[in-house]
């Protein structure tokens, strides 16, 4: 028989192409135009809208939902886009049910929300399917500013500076732009090559030139980039992963972030290795995204270990669900005791007086593949830059310990680590570089 | 990008989009917030003369029309002009203009029809700044009985007669506003142009009562048990004023007549549709009783991308696009022949379209024993009724019959453009 869910072991190919495309098609197929005007129907044009103030990049919704109900998606994404040029990626990987749509007043009156990503979809995909590119460069400034790290943060930074007449240098380790957009974020969220797509579109705007295969600290030196730019802007997002520490080893102990890369710059993911039994250890989007999308490549169970309750988790409830509903077992209150070659053993917890101890009891459950996704860690940091928690450290604009310097994004203090959080991040560095850079600031 | 600005009768702006005479235009601090936002020009809060302002109901002034999901689809108020003192409008409006020189500011007037009255508020508005004026002949309600508003409005030998006087007084450009309260509106059109008017801007509301409470058996909005009819406005009403508004631009007579157009405009198509129909600028009142005075930016953003679309650069070349294809019925080609086709992917079944047409004469939808629906071209004279109640968007079309084609119901050939005047059946056709 060929290979199967049931297949022992650790195999590719569990599932026909035919039903991994499928499986890996869009979560939310884009809305049609019908679809369209009577989800923005719902929208009440609110005053000061709460949707608004819960987006991190402040897109007007209210406005840009009005315009598609009359009949401008295009108008639209200009709205969008003017606040949020990874507007299209953000459409598809925001977790809404815990920004924008969490707050919009129709929630708050029937559980039953605006769908404002979807209506940003559906806008921005109209606008970049015309081709071209929406906005001009402003004369040029002769300035220049190196960007380290093509994820959104680096990107929207980027794009910002070259709006702005600056010549850009986008720098990044990967032989590709997009950050976790390309490497990280689950297939099924931004399906076809939207990454690269997008990408290519943003550089559209002209001025950024792209220096991949560049790595910070490796070929290459801060103190050059210094010497060379008239600033520097660093989203290197976090690179490291957190160790595990429980005794014994497994044949097959890896990091759901690499495991998730390597899965997503497969064409067809046929070839990409999975467990009949998996276990994902952890609590955030990172061990759901691992854990569908095991359970999406043909593994037989997939089961989410995460140390404390639900309440505690931090994927979203929509996140968690859409794990269930694909047919991953999240157990709660069970954190990682010890590993044989083909077993993971659970400690049962409970928090006791505000405190997280194994209860006594423990299971063991047989995993072919154990996928860690315990956090990402900063790495690669230039020593010069003071830190904090474990991140750059930033001022409200941006600004690191180091004048010139700005950071933004996950490897840099404040906000969530999240794509939006990333962009509006890079966005408003952008900012206030060119603040600067004009004199301004 | 295309350029907004906009000329009317001289009276510039940065966008055509103006706020009607109404409350969100009875105070600087209103008016102030408005350009800030975007509008192009306003219509102040019709002033009335000097002396005790009037008084307003101090229960509820609004009616509405919702629909199942509440979006207001029509308003209906009884509301008289404004009730603050005239030298406090008149020191607003001349700041307000000082520190907005490029936006358009209008005042609209309504006093007793007597000439002296209509010369001293004159008078009281020269150095103010303002760009002109218009002459409110169109509220229906409460000043109407009281001589003013509408009551002039239905009178063209008054509407003349004012608007004679206001050229004989001032020098402000001078737009009359119409009821449409009225039996043709070319007959107030024409007074005003008689009387010298620069332009004519409509519609003003129109009279209505939007509900009865069956409890109390009150109209409403109800007054301490009691109900006045008032005017009604909003989306509503923009096929009745726009259809008025090309009653005047293609009239041979008042062609010429700029036209601000006025009734239910709420986004950009209707702005676009009301200039393509003949009409210089328009004026919002509802849209921004409703939504606020942000919905301007969306009519901004629709109005460019339209025109940039268009390869339109300048918004007059909108104006009056459509007013020579609006024509008379006896105009129109009775040799087109279209037929309904449905497309089969699209159908949900729900049987309406079988239903409406079986139920008003014309039994051309078959119901076949499969449940499915076909159109019976023998049958289908084109009325468009099965398009307009099927809930699936392009689902029924109309196809154009070639020339030469037969039309099954009629088994004739489609022939050239031939019209009632020249119909065999109608014996007051001239032959030849
Ligand atoms: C598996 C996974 C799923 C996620 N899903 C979601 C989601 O659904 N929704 C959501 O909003 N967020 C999600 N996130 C979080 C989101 O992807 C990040 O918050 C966001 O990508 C951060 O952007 P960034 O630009 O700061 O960093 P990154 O996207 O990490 O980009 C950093 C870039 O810097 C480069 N780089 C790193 N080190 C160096 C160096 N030394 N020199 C040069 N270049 C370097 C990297 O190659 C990379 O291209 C997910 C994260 C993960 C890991
Ligand atoms: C509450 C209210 C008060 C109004 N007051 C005036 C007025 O004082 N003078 C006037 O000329 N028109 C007045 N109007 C009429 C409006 O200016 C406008 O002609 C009408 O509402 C149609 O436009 P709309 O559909 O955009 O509301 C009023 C309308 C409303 C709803
Ligand atoms: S909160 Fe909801 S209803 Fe209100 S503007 Fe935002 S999306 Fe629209
Ligand atoms: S809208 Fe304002 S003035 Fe009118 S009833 Fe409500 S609170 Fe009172
Ligand atoms: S009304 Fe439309 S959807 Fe319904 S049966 Fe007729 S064609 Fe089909």
Request: charged letters at 20%; proline letters at 5%; aromatic letters at 6%.
């Amino acid at each position: 028989m060929s290979t199967n869910p049931s297949t022992p072991g650790i195999a590719a190919g569990r599932l026909s192409a035919a039903q991994v495309a499928s499986n890996f098609s869009d979560l939310h197929p884009p809305l049609t135009d019908h679809e369209a005007r009577v989800a923005a129907d719902r929208c009440y044009f609110c005053h000061d809208a709460p949707c608004m103030e819960a987006c991190p990049t402040s897109i007007d919704i209210p406005l840009f939902i009005r315009q598609i109900s009359t009949g401008t998606p295009e108008a639209a994404a200009h709205t969008i886009f003017s606040q949020n040029i990874l507007g299209g990626m953000c459409a598809r990987v925001c977790p809404t049910e815990t920004l924008c749509e969490e707050v919009c007043v129709r929630e708050e009156a029937e559980g039953k929300p605006v769908i404002i990503g979807q209506l940003q979809r559906y806008a921005t995909d109209r606008l970049m399917a015309r081709g071209g590119h929406p906005y001009a460069r402003a004369a040029s400034t002769g300035k220049s500013v190196a960007v380290v790290g093509a994820g959104p943060a680096g990107l929207a930074c980027a794009h910002r500076l070259a709006m702005h007449g600056h010549d850009v240098t986008l720098f990044d380790a990967r032989p590709k732009g997009g950050g976790l957009n390309e490497y990280g974020i689950a297939a099924y969220k931004a399906a076809g090559d939207f990454a690269q797509q997008e990408l290519d579109w943003l550089m559209g705007v002209g001025g950024i030139t792209c220096a991949y295969d560049q790595r910070l600290g490796d070929n290459l030196a801060l103190d050059a980039l210094q010497a060379e730019h008239d600033a520097v802007f660093l989203a290197i997002g976090l690179a490291g992963v957190n160790a595990m520490t429980v005794s014994g080893a497994h044949d097959a102990d890896i990091s759901a972030v690499d495991w998730i890369s390597d899965m997503r710059q497969s064409p067809n993911k046929t070839d990409i290795p999975v467990g009949r039994n998996v276990v994902v250890i952890g609590g955030g989007m990172t061990a759901v995204d691992a854990a569908v999308q095991a359970k999406l490549l043909g593994a037989e169970t997939v089961t989410i270990a995460y140390r404390r309750d639900k309440a505690a988790m931090a994927a979203s409830v929509f996140e968690q669900d859409l794990a269930s509903s694909k047919g991953v077992r999240i157990l709660y209150n069970a954190a990682p005791k010890s590993l044989t070659a083909d077993s993971i053993t659970l400690a049962r917890t409970e928090t006791r007086d505000g405190k997280l101890v194994e209860t006594g009891e423990e299971m063991t459950l047989p995993a072919d593949q154990v996928m860690r996704a315990i956090g990402q860690t900063l790495e690669g940091a230039p020593d010069i830059l003071a830190l904090e928690n474990g991140k750059i450290y930033v001022n409200e604009t941006g600004q690191t310990s180091v004048d010139g310097i700005w950071a933004g994004g996950d490897c840099a203090t404040g906000g969530e680590d999240l794509t939006v959080t990333a962009v509006a991040e890079g966005r408003d560095a952008a900012e206030d570089i060119h603040n600067r850079l004009m004199g301004k600031g | 990008m295309a350029d907004l600005s906009s000329e009317f009768i001289g009276i510039k702006s940065p966008n055509p989009f103006w706020l009607a005479s109404a409350p969100p235009t009875d105070k600087e601090y209103n008016v102030r917030r408005a350009f800030e936002a975007g509008w192009g020009g306003v219509v102040w809060k019709t002033l009335g003369e000097a002396g005790p302002p009037v008084v307003n109901v101090n229960g509820p002034r609004y009616g509405a029309i919702h629909g199942a999901d509440r979006r207001l689809l029509g308003l209906n108020n009884i509301e008289l002009i404004t009730d603050r003192p005239l030298e406090v409008n008149i020191e607003e409006i001349t700041r307000v203009k000082k520190d907005y020189p490029d936006h358009a500011v209008v005042v609209s007037l309504m006093v007793p029809c007597e000439e002296g009255p209509w010369r001293d508020i004159l008078r009281r508005l020269e150095d103010t700044g303002a760009d002109g004026v218009e002459l409110n002949f169109g509220c229906p309600h409460g000043m109407a009985e009281r001589g003013m508003g509408s009551a002039v409005g239905q009178v063209p030998e008054y509407i003349q007669m004012v608007t004679e006087w206001v050229k004989k007084h001032s020098d402000f450009p001078c737009i009359v506003k119409l009821t449409p309260n009225i039996t043709n509106i070319l007959y107030p059109a024409k007074a005003a142009m008689d009387g010298g008017a620069d332009a004519v801007s409509l519609i003003n509301t129109i009279n209505s009562i939007t509900s009865v409470n069956l409890d109390t058996f009150a109209p409403e909005p109800t007054i301490d048990g009691w109900g006045a009819h008032g005017g009604y406005c909003g989306p509503a009403v923009k096929p009745i004023a726009m259809n008025m508004v090309a009653e005047i631009a293609r009239n041979p007579e008042t062609a010429k007549l700029p036209i601000s157009g006025i009734g239910g405009v709420t986004t950009w198509r209707d702005a676009a549709e009301f200039m393509a129909l003949g009409a210089g600028n328009v004026q919002v009142c509802t849209a921004a009783m409703t939504y606020g005075f942000k919905i301007v930016q969306e009519m901004i953003s629709g109005l460019s991308q339209y025109m940039d679309e268009k390869g339109i650069s300048n918004v007059s070349d909108i104006v009056g696009r459509a007013v020579p294809n609006a024509k008379d019925w006896q105009d129109l080609n009775l040799n087109y022949v279209t037929k309904a086709v449905i497309d089969q992917d699209k159908c949900i079944k729900c049987g309406r379209c079988h239903i409406v047409c079986e139920d008003t004469s014309h039994q051309a939808i078959w119901m076949h024993e499969d449940r499915t629906f076909e159109v019976n071209d023998a049958e289908c004279v084109a009325c468009n009724l099965c398009v307009n109640v099927c809930p699936v968007e392009d689902c029924i079309t109309m196809r154009e019959l070639d020339l030469g084609e037969i039309d099954e119901r009629t088994g004739k050939k489609v022939e050239d453009y031939a019209n009632w005047t020249t119909h065999p059946n109608n014996i007051g056709a001239s032959c030849g």
